[in-house]
């Protein structure tokens, strides 16, 4: 009892309340703000794992930050208390990892391994707080320890004649500031607790989430219909230069947005309508990306071009659409023409160029595939994928380029390979997931001879245009679109 009494005593000092109160408000503030956050590896991005900076609000909800970028706060989760989770996220990599991770969730596999990691970094973090808390209470115990000693010699110092032994001082400080710190130090670790409980207690509910969109709510506006409504075709082709068939013979009734597009005669549109015996609507054009092109206004030829998309919604009823982007998106052609001019471009500065670019791009796909994916007639959609251009162990006119530039080196050849099967690996694995058909082009790369002596499949050096498709590597393409689309009954082949 007479320990009881000494902590109830000690309770009532003043001192002794204030350093109580300091230790739980700034021992908890501090912990907060000097722990670290912890790194984790999940679905192939390096994450931080923490919490917030404490506020002045009695509860808010968890945050997800995007390094560089912005924060979102999760919506409908509200946590109690100064804890509350904070997970940074950024940039976003692009590696095998990752790949790993999205062709699980492709396959519908629950995302439990990275859910795992971050409680996991969490709760790491959650134990350096918890040590940073003790020694920020154990360090103002001692200022006020301290504090305390000095004033009490003071005090001892003015009596006179008080004859106070000083071994008999020091029991009773030594006594008085062991109770101090113990009171101080369970306040702070209690709160510290109820702290932790009500964060978990307040995050229960993003056990269900699947996804970032789950934590953060979605936040997709897909292109309004424009244009007039187009009835009578069975299909529409949307994308870039390689299916609008760049370098091709002109339409004879081509209008000014056909001609600015540069859509041929030999499109992809023109030969699978020809190959189903129906109409097909060609929508794409030369040099559109889904930012500029699919989703949005493409300025090309003095012409705006109104966003694919939505002439695709004016549309009635299409029973298929047929997408090629990706190349225009990455800037592939300078990328191309860069390791053309120097003679080694495998270097960190054009790898990490890349790797943003292709990062932009996997959020601007996902739009565009949300957009394919809500259309209301529910077409079929093909998605086209990227070809190599060349072989590494190629050696024509194609590879050594133009004289004044050291051309491509085999490391080269193969480098441009790696990064189109990293393009083709955005492309599969998003199609994938909504249930879209994958085409992969049948193409020959360039310094490769004809097996059927039709000539080769795409455009050289020598061309206008190169390594866009010829009208035989467009015929080429063909049939392996018309083959996931279907040929309607009563309609020849060929």
Known sequence: MSRLDGFARELRSPLTILLVVASVLGGIWAAVLLT????????????????????????????????????????????????????SIGPVQRNESAGRALSALAEGRSPERALAAIVDGFERWYAWATLVLVAVVLGLCGVVGSWRVLAVLRRTARRSGAGARPARIARQLSRRLTRATVLALTAALLAWGISGVLAVAGARELRDARSLTDLTGAHHVSPSPVGPEVSGVRGVV?????????????????????????????SLARQVGAAIGDEVLNLACSGARITAGLRAPQLTGGV??????????????????????????????????????????ADNFTAGEFRYRLAAFDRDYADLLADLATLPSRPRVVVVTSYDVLRPDASCAAVRGPLQFPGLTPAEVQLLADRNAELNEVLTTGAHRYGFDVVDPPLAPLCTPSPDGLGPDLQSLDDQHPFHPTGVGELRLTIPVVDRIGVPAGVPPG
Not at 39 to 44: D, I, K, P, R, T
Not at 56 to 61: A, E, I, K, Y
């Open 304 to 345: 705006v071009v109104p966003p694919q998309i939505g002439r695709l919604k004016q549309v009635e009823d299409p029973a298929f659409v047929v997408v090629a982007v990706g190349p225009n998106d990455l800037n592939w052609t300078d990328l191309i023409g860069y390791c053309y001019a120097v003679i080694d471009c």
């Open 238 to 266: 949307i994308g870039d230069s390689r299916v609008a068939r760049l370098g091709g013979p002109t339409l004879p009734d081509a209008s000014p947005e056909d001609l600015a597009c540069a859509r041929s005669t030999d």
């Open 36 to 87: 670290p956050h912890q790194e984790v590896q999940a679905l192939g991005q390096q994450l931080s794992v923490g919490a917030q900076p404490p506020s002045t609000t009695l509860s808010g909800p968890p945050r997800i930050v995007q390094v560089g970028n912005t924060s979102l706060d999760v919506p409908d989760v509200t946590i109690y208390g100064p804890l509350r989770p904070q997970l």
